[in-house]
């Protein structure tokens, strides 16, 4: 009999510890403190979706100071937390655990996070970008301190500290992910920087394939891949426009009807020059272009001017055309279609948008993209003028 009492206490304990584990497992617990908030006040709890924006999932209201937060998620991922009444919010890695956290009235994004396994992750992140700004800060306070005309190699010299420090915080989130594959954080951290026009998918696309297989199978991990995927295939389309790569060579007719290409045309220096008279932005530059086509032109410099008219509501784009080359003064060479942005060289050179230009060196090779004013005669200028 004391056995069987043994025994069906055992079970019960076990059943106990079980069901205590599963609610564990399958559920969250927020306990917060919001010391400095009014009774009354509503705390709310959004998640960031695949496009980085906020969607509203739960609200709790603040009682002397505290509020409490229950539910589940399927799997750990990054919310905001926000009080109605305080400018900004606080980002966490929720997860399926009791989570204790310390609002910061003031400043949320202080507000401090305990019981998420996964938020840890994100703290050491959050530590590394404030190393960042806080090294910006010491380089502007360096600056500042210097007076009102500070020597040129001096101001020289703090412009370059700072544009390093801006290239390596712009790589920190790949150097994150790539050493922190184990994390449901690095997830969310791809899929946030997917969004960046800046964005490697090459890089980001290897670093996803070093992740554990349960994390690349899950819910979030799938959203990530088929994000990759998109971005994989768009980059295919233009992988040969990057730069380094030969511009692919290209034909088309000169307002006269002569056929002409990129290989015979192109000089020691070449700008491929996509615009169009309907073009107000491209009509606005074309002064600047002409400046540097007069400065560099015996130098070797040549320009391609591939125009996009044929806009649905030009009644003659032809004329059109030709009237904007002869109005801005445009010596150089011109052709065109008149397909508008059907045009076979724009569709060639992935053309979406104008003023777009591409700048070759002597080899036909890509050295920049998408270079105006200062920046492209400053560009001409150094592939032109080096002995």
């Known amino acids: 009999m004391i056995n069987m009492k043994k025994t069906l206490i055992l079970f019960v304990l076990t059943f106990v510890l079980v069901s205590c584990n599963q609610n564990k497992d399958t559920e969250y617990v927020i306990n917060g403190n919001a010391e400095g908030i009014e009774n009354g006040i509503k705390v ?26 229950k539910g589940a998620v399927e799997e750990p991922s990054l919310y905001f937390l926000s009080a109605d009444g305080t400018p900004g919010n606080m980002l966490f890695m929720l997860e399926n655990s009791n989570i204790q956290i310390d609002f910061n009235n003031e400043i949320p994004m202080e507000s401090k996070v305990k019981g998420s396994e996964s938020n840890k992750s994100y703290e050491d992140f959050q530590n590394g970008m404030l190393q960042f700004r806080e090294e910006g800060t010491a380089i502007m306070t360096r600056f500042n301190e210097l007076g009102q005309e500070p020597a040129p190699e001096t101001r020289d010299s703090i412009r370059k500290a700072m544009e390093d420090m801006r290239k390596r915080q712009m790589a920190y989130p790949l150097s994150f992910v790539q050493d922190n594959s184990n994390s449901y954080f690095s997830l969310n951290l791809i899929q946030l920087e997917s969004n960046r026009p800046t964005f490697d998918i090459l890089k980001y696309k290897e670093a996803y394939e070093s992740f554990p297989t349960h994390l690349k199978e899950s819910k979030l991990g799938q959203l990530v891949k088929q994000k990759l995927d998109e971005l994989y295939k768009a980059y295919e389309k233009i992988a040969h426009l990057e730069v380094g790569k030969i511009a692919p060579n290209f034909e088309s007719q000169t307002p006269d009807g002569k056929k002409v290409s990129l290989n015979e045309l192109k000089g020691k220096a070449t700008i491929i020059d996509f615009w169009a008279a309907w073009c107000g932005p491209c009509r606005r530059e074309n002064p600047n272009v002409v400046k540097i086509y007069e400065q560099y032109h015996d130098k070797g410099l040549e320009i391609i001017g591939v125009s996009l008219d044929g806009a649905p509501n030009q009644k003659d784009p032809k004329k059109a055309w030709l009237d904007a080359i002869e109005k801005d003064g445009l010596k150089w060479n011109q052709v065109s279609s008149l397909k508008y942005f059907n045009d076979e060289v724009a569709q060639l050179y992935n053309i979406d948008r104008i003023p777009a230009t591409y700048i070759l060196d002597e080899e036909g090779k890509i050295v920049a993209k998408n270079l105006r004013g200062a920046a492209l005669e400053l560009k001409i200028k150094e592939l032109l003028d080096t002995p």
């Open 44 to 69: 709310r709890l959004a998640q960031i979706d695949e496009k980085g924006k906020q969607v509203f999932r739960d609200s709790a209201v603040v009682m002397d100071g505290k509020f409490t937060i």
